[in-house]
């Protein structure tokens, strides 16, 4: 008997192995995206392939190596223990199997693969959920063109319902709250808090992007759910490339100011990702750790992504259940 839906789970990406080559091969192909980055092609091109992908490849390759985990980058191995549990979680609610698989918009696994084993396990309806609580046109928009691309050969489409974000769900602040919470309870005190988020060029939002406000107001809701005064929470963004200005305040700058302010205690947390990969791991619990303590800053301390947490997949389950009502 053929599942009543499947379950697109859906990431950013990530490369085949810590690489010069695999993640040129990467960079590439989520580099010359439009949605990622809009110049002009006859401007883009020459700079992404003739400077950018010669340069950058070998640096980004030794900073994945030393994330790298034996299943593979902590993005494809977090996002295949999301997968099981959520299918788990949903075969519970509903007494029956319902197929989830995960694809990534850059990369393997595609969505055409994905795709693929859900038709295989005869599913004639898919949900698609975007691993991104805020919406932008960078990352969720990018996984609906991307998608329309994968589906453009298909001879029979399916029926598809796609979760645009859910950056003020009840059940995301809360996830997010509890994860904090337990985070203070094991180390027995709180630091400042601050909330960084992947940034996005500002000229994006000026443009109608509404991801800023997204992030403002998970902030928001954040530290009401946590009870904390405006002087004990900030927000930031990271993740910069280019010249171009982005999102401020920018989180490398913040942490370098606290540190020179002598903060004892900072406790960081990425509320826009799903799970745990390079930009977290390496770029904030390593590389802006070393920023704010050479400052001279005190306690530095990562609180991770909400990955296969409980309240996460619970969050996850709702998801799919509030937007499959009829299905």
């Known amino acids: 008997m053929a599942a009543r839906y499947g379950v697109l789970l859906v990431n950013l990406g990530t490369p085949e192995a810590p690489t010069p080559k695999a993640v040129r091969r990467y960079l590439a192909e989520f580099l010359g995206d439009p949605r990622v980055i809009d110049a002009p092609r006859w401007l883009w091109w020459p700079i992404l392939h003739g400077v950018i992908l010669r340069i950058r490849p070998p640096r980004v390759a030794k900073a994945y190596a030393s994330v790298w985990q034996q299943e593979g980058s902590p993005l494809l191995a977090i996002g295949r223990k999301q997968e099981r549990a959520l299918a788990a ?108 988020y992947h940034g996005i060029p500002k000229r994006y939002v000026d443009q109608g992007d509404p991801y800023a406000q997204h992030c403002e107001t998970t902030s928001h809701l954040l530290a009401e759910a946590l009870g904390l005064s405006e002087d004990e929470w900030f927000q930031s963004y990271q993740s910069r490339f280019g010249r171009e200005e982005w999102l401020k305040p920018y989180t490398d700058e913040t942490l370098k100011a606290w540190g020179e302010a002598k903060t004892e205690c900072v406790d960081v947390i990425s509320p826009a990702f799903a799970a745990d990969c390079l930009e977290t791991l390496e770029e904030i619990d390593a590389e802006n750790r070393h920023y704010f303590q050479e400052a001279g800053g005190g306690r530095y301390r990562y609180i991770p992504a909400l990955n296969d947490r409980p309240e996460h997949i619970e969050l996850l389950g709702n998801l799919v259940e509030q937007h499959t009502i009829g299905w």
């Open 89 to 196: 979680d949903l075969a519970a609610r509903n007494g029956e199997s319902i197929p989830v698989e995960l694809a990534m918009t850059y990369g393997k696994p595609s969505m055409e693969e994905a795709g693929l084993r859900l038709r295989e396990a005869g599913v004639e309806r898919i949900l698609v959920l975007p691993l991104y609580p805020q919406f932008s046109r960078t990352t969720t928009g990018a996984v609906f063109q991307r998608l329309a691309k994968a589906l453009d050969a298909c001879p029979n489409l399916p029926e598809l319902r796609f979760v645009r974000d859910y950056h003020d769900h009840p059940d995301y602040i809360a996830a997010l709250a509890a994860s904090v919470r337990q985070h203070w309870e094991t180390q027995g005190d709180r630091g400042r808090l601050l909330m960084s």
